[in-house]
């Protein structure tokens, strides 16, 4: 038995300390009582481990290189270069982009992560590689693999069936692109038959959903109504959403209705969205975001992701949530600190609701012993400063701890 003490854990003001048996927890609270091994945490700040929901593993580091750079920075360019690119993929690159990527994000405190995975390729190359890394360390992450038709649904030939094989492989999620088909008519339609396959396998869905500036960007409303009347929303999500954030008021006002009724989940990645969206606008630019604090008030499940690192649709990233965080709620327009004290959720508990991975998810007894240590008091001090993880434990045990960052020499008055 180990007992974890003067931990300040997020949202739980009433207990400090966090006693661990066989990978779980076996109790939160205070005086715990005596372990084995008692560590002291030092009144650092314990939150869940960090989730991104939204990642693409299969095309980390892709935008590396000569010749690599997305000239216009729009979505379309960069998916046209992806075409061209991965004709010369193989598994192993896969995988070592894959490898690669989520090391950078454990190590920057995350435990859980959703990828997408382009399945707009015959042999699924990218989908092999990734199940296999899935197996391979689910001891140090929870991997989530979306079968996602990157180049259409219909544009792509033959993707409906190869979203369907990717399922029968042992994918979890069905994905989609309706904005990308090539009429409004075939992006409706492409929705309608991934909500069928989904129901069919039983699995959760995930759509890059009107991720443009078009105000008149429909497929949100569409995907909505379609798992309303299959009361399916709790298990569908709809990523990006960025033309919502430009929709009219009472068209939004109407939508808000709806989503209160069908429960769907949102995905907004502040960093990749704020550098895609607005390209086609002079000034006033927009922000790219979708509408992020009024979907929570409206009791929707809101969620921040990382979307891309170094490839070819975003040249930045490194699976640090914290920037995201931090991005997010500037571009959201959170201001008053009681928002700034809840803002840890879009990137823990939040996310783990749209993985539905919220049963095994939490500091609470008999649930896995996971959790990340921040160096920082409280969340308020964390989010101001930025602050590092200096810990990750998953089933009661390390993944690292490190030590805060000290100055090698210091002036007096830094002393
Ligand atoms: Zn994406």
Redesign the pocket.
């Known amino acids: 038995m180990k007992k974890f003490i003067n931990a300040r854990i997020y949202g739980q003001d009433e207990a400090d300390e966090m006693l661990v048996e066989d990978g779980n927890f076996k109790a939160v609270g205070k005086n715990l009582g005596d372990a084995d091994e008692v560590i002291d945490l030092e009144n650092q700040l314990v939150l869940s481990p960090y989730v991104d929901p939204?990642?693409?593993l299969d095309y980390i580091f892709s935008g590396l290189g000569e010749g690599n750079a997305n000239i216009s920075g729009t979505l379309f360019e960069g998916i046209q270069r992806w075409s061209d690119n991965k004709k010369t993929l193989t598994k192993e690159m896969v995988r070592e982009r894959a490898m690669e990527g989520i090391r950078k994000e454990v190590s920057h405190g995350v435990q859980y992560i959703r990828s997408?995975v382009d399945i707009t390729d015959p042999e699924l190359t990218g989908m092999k590689a990734l199940l296999e890394v899935r197996e391979e360390l689910k001891e140090v992450v929870t991997l989530q693999l979306v079968a996602?038709p990157q180049e259409g649904f219909f544009r792509f030939e033959g993707a409906e069936e190869l979203l369907e094989k990717a399922l029968d492989m042992g994918a979890d999620v069905a994905g989609g692109i309706p904005h990308f088909e090539i009429s409004y008519e075939h992006g409706a339609e492409s929705l309608k038959r991934i909500v069928d396959l989904a129901v069919k396998y039983d699995v959760m869905i995930d759509i890059?959903c009107d991720?443009n500036d078009d105000p008149n960007s429909r497929f949100l409303e569409v995907l909505n109504a379609l798992v309303m009347e299959k009361d399916y929303g709790q298990k569908t999500t709809a990523?990006?959403t960025c033309s919502f954030g430009s929709a009219d008021n009472s068209y939004a006002a109407k939508m808000m209705g709806l989503f209160k009724e069908s429960n769907i989940n949102f995905i907004s990645?502040p960093t990749?969205n704020a550098h895609l969206q607005g390209r086609t606008d002079s000034y006033p630019k927009r922000r790219g975001l979708t509408r992020v604090k009024e979907l929570l008030e409206n009791g929707n499940t809101v969620a921040f992701a990382q979307?891309?690192i170094a490839d070819y649709?975003y040249p930045l990233g490194n699976g640090n949530m914290m920037n995201i965080l931090d991005n997010g709620i500037h571009l959201a327009h959170y201001t008053h600190i009681d928002e700034i004290n809840k803002a840890f959720d879009l990137v823990t508990i939040n996310g783990a609701k749209v993985m539905q991975v919220e049963e095994q998810y939490g500091i609470e007894s008999d649930k896995p012993a996971n959790f990340i240590v921040l160096d920082a008091n409280d969340a308020y001090g964390a989010i101001r400063e930025r602050a590092d993880v200096l810990a990750s434990v998953r089933n009661g045990e390390y993944l690292f701890k490190r030590a805060p960052k000290t100055n090698e020499i210091a002036h007096d008055f830094l002393k």
């Open positions: 939204h990642l693409h997408h996602f890059h991720e990523s990006h990645c990749e979307d891309s649709w």
